[in-house]
């Protein structure tokens, strides 16, 4: 029962995911074309949005943000093999669900094999160069 207001928040996530045509695989593909900027303005604004939540979580101090050095290999590594997964699924990590829940079916495999992966990582995390 106290998960119900999570259910609702994803089902209004997925209404707005699908309705903003962050799905789309054709939006996807025009972004990385450069044909449009509809996919840049909903990053963009979900950039914009992120500052300011994190503004205020330290300006009230609900969450503790420590500095991490900056590794500029791990970061291009890292976000290397994240475009590479979001490129050969056609999808980022967020619109995987809601594709499976609009009956794109074969989402259930990506989102194995993304669960597969995070659960590999946990296994080698001590082992990688962090």
């Given amino acids: 029962m106290k998960n119900i207001p999570f259910l609702i928040v994803g089902i209004f996530f997925g209404i ?19 044909e449009s900027i509809h996919m840049y303005g909903v990053i963009g604004t979900a950039v914009a949005l992120g500052v ?3 503004g205020i979580m330290k300006r009230y101090r609900t969450l503790d943000f420590s ?5 500029v290999r791990r970061h291009l590594i890292s976000g290397s093999i ?23 079916w074969i989402f259930l495999l ?14 080698l995390r001590d082992k990688l160069p962090h």
Avoid at 16 to 34: A, D, G, N, P
Avoid at 67 to 71: A, D, E, Q, W
Avoid at 82 to 104: K, N
Avoid at 111 to 121: D, E
């Fill in 82 to 104: 994240f475009g590479l997964g979001w490129a050969l699924a056609g999808s980022c990590p967020g619109p995987m669900y809601t594709l499976l829940g609009s009956g794109y």
């Fill in 16 to 34: 707005v995911l699908t309705k903003s045509e962050v799905i789309s695989w054709f939006r996807i593909h025009e972004m990385f074309r450069f």
């Fill in 52 to 54: 300011i939540i994190i």
């Fill in 110 to 123: 990506i989102i194995l094999s993304a669960i597969a992966g995070t659960y590999t990582y946990g296994l």
């Fill in 67 to 71: 500095p991490t050095p900056l590794s």
